[in-house]
T-cell receptor
């Protein structure tokens, strides 16, 4: 099993550009989530999904969009990148909810100039 | 919503010493408390977790204690080794449905010196 994979590993965007961060898992988990990690801020939940076709907002959803068309994939879209979105983004999957072990991907380091 | 406070933010110990990281949570309905270890350049990885029906759990050199009344839980690492150096995160979650989410503390950077 590959576990949770994320692409790309690194990305530089200009302000106003859009892009999609990809996340895939091969563990048949219903629950998937996106976090951003900033220095001194820990991990903050952006969006999560409890199954195909079902998504909900986390703590910091503004400026991000998600969809879940399959169990395996959970892409995160930046609609119009801003410097405040410079961060490391982690995708995670785990069982049926946040009260199960979460398996994190290797992360995407995004810089917005 | 849930708020998780974690202390200290940095912790330096000598190899062989014990390390303790403490967390408090605000929502008395929270019932699942995992600890994650993040090595440089990698995603966090679960090292131990505890549910609210248990007061203590051990796994070799790692233990977690939970005080529901005081709403705090702690990670204890004994006989620390240089490979224990990493950032550690506590988290809290409530509910047993698919809609439960994790709230993380801000992390503790542990440095174990040889």
């Amino acid at each position: 099993n590959a576990g949770v994979t994320q692409t790309p590993k690194f990305q530089v965007l200009k302000t106003g550009q859009s892009m999609t961060l990809q996340c895939a898992q091969d563990m048949n988990h219903e629950y998937m989530s996106w976090y951003r990690q900033d220095p001194g801020m820990g991990l903050r939940l952006i969006h999560y999904s409890v199954g195909a076709g079902i998504t909900d907002q986390g703590e910091v959803p503004n400026g991000y969009n998600v969809s879940r068309s399959t169990t395996e994939d959970f892409p995160l879209r930046l609609l119009s990148a801003a410097p405040s979105q410079t961060s490391v983004y982690f995708c995670a999957s785990g069982g049926q909810g946040g009260d199960y072990e979460q398996y994190f991907g290797p992360g995407t380091r995004l810089t917005v100039t | 919503g849930e708020n998780v406070e974690q202390h200290p933010s940095t912790l330096s110990v000598q190899e062989g010493d014990s390390a303790v990281i403490k967390c408090t949570y605000s929502d008395s309905a929270s019932n699942y408390f995992p600890w994650y270890k993040q090595e440089l350049g990698k995603g966090p990885q679960l090292i131990i977790d505890i549910r609210s029906n248990v007061g203590e759990k051990k796994d070799q050199r790692i233990a977690v204690t939970l005080n529901k009344t005081a709403k705090h839980f702690s990670l204890h690492i004994t006989e620390t080794q240089p490979e224990d150096s990493a950032v550690y995160f506590c988290a809290a979650s409530k509910g047993n449905s698919g809609y439960s989410t994790l709230t993380f503390g801000k992390g503790t950077m542990l440095l174990v010196s040889p």
